[in-house]
């Protein structure tokens, strides 16, 4: 990455994804897959860190909190061991997943890439607003593409409605979509650790659930 190094070349410690700014040198962020908080103090004079973007409120433009400079830096690298060959962009109309307001996110008990469909039919009612996640284990099981996994190894979301569907809840997932408004989970398995976070819960088969749910949200 750009900033460890950068922070390297200035001889400071990099400060990574911090979710709360206490003063000028004072800063939290999650540890142990976020099941601790760890307050930290920076002695350095420049610092450099990142942000868990979902842990702030975004900043309305022009209200005048803030005196920002921006500077153009003209330069180049060079480069011998690299080069750029080609990009493919998808293209969707559906929102990314850090900016979606709705999260329809499935696991490893859709069983099939297929079955995926029924969380894109679910996100589609929503134009604009939804999205489809997933769990590391659905991504692993070839079910969906890798950019669309939430957890520690995959993307941070705090989205208003995230729906977990199938997914068991392992420490890793929990770690990227607890700062969500409401969560709600469905899952078959009434034990699993899913629903001891979720805000509402529902015990079932979703290969039943989603298209009667599916069917009703048409409805309205």
Same mark, same amino acid.
């Given at each position: 990455?750009? &900033?460890?190094?950068?922070?390297?070349?200035?001889? $400071?410690?990099?400060?990574?994804?911090?979710?709360?700014?206490?003063?000028?040198?004072?800063?939290?962020?999650?540890?142990?897959?976020?099941?601790?908080?760890?307050?930290?103090?920076?002695?350095?004079?420049?610092?450099?860190?990142? $942000?868990?973007?979902?842990?702030?409120?975004?900043?309305?433009?022009?209200?005048?909190?803030?005196?920002?400079? $921006?500077?153009?830096?003209?330069?180049?690298?060079?480069?011998?061991?690299?080069?750029? @060959?080609?990009?493919?962009?998808?293209?969707?109309?559906?929102?990314?997943?850090?900016?979606?307001?709705?999260?329809?996110?499935?696991?490893?008990?859709?069983?099939?890439?297929?079955?995926?469909?029924?969380?894109?039919? &679910?996100?589609?009612?929503?134009?604009?607003?939804?999205?489809?996640?997933?769990?590391?284990?659905? @991504?692993?099981?070839?079910?969906?593409?890798?950019?669309?996994?939430?957890?520690?190894?995959?993307?941070? $979301?705090?989205?208003?409605?995230?729906?977990?569907?199938?997914?068991?809840?392992?420490?890793?997932?929990?770690?990227?979509?607890?700062?969500?408004?409401?969560?709600?989970?469905?899952?078959?398995?009434? =034990?699993?650790?899913?629903?001891?976070?979720? =805000?509402?819960?529902?015990?079932? =088969?979703?290969?039943?659930?989603?298209?009667?749910?599916?069917?009703?949200?048409?409805?309205?």
């Amino acid at each position: 990455g750009i &900033l460890p190094r950068l922070a390297a070349l200035l001889d $400071v410690q990099p400060i990574s994804d911090i979710t709360k700014i206490i003063d000028d040198s004072q800063y939290m962020r999650f540890i142990y897959a976020g099941n601790a908080i760890l307050k930290l103090k920076s002695h350095d004079k420049i610092k450099i860190m990142t $942000v868990r973007g979902t842990a702030f409120e975004a900043a309305k433009q022009g209200d005048g909190n803030g005196d920002i400079q $921006v500077e153009k830096l003209e330069s180049t690298v060079k480069n011998d061991l690299s080069e750029f @060959v080609s990009r493919e962009v998808t293209q969707s109309e559906r929102p990314e997943l850090p900016s979606a307001r709705i999260i329809f996110s499935g696991g490893r008990a859709l069983k099939s890439k297929e079955n995926f469909k029924l969380l894109y039919d &679910l996100a589609d009612l929503f134009p604009g607003q939804a999205t489809v996640g997933a769990s590391r284990a659905a @991504v692993d099981a070839g079910y969906c593409a890798n950019d669309l996994q939430i957890g520690q190894t995959g993307k941070i $979301v705090a989205p208003e409605l995230y729906i977990a569907i199938g997914i068991s809840g392992a420490i890793q997932h929990i770690a990227g979509m607890k700062d969500s408004k409401v969560i709600v989970a469905i899952n078959k398995d009434g =034990d699993a650790p899913i629903f001891a976070m979720a =805000d509402y819960g529902l015990t079932g =088969d979703l290969f039943k659930i989603l298209p009667e749910l599916t069917e009703k949200l048409k409805k309205k």
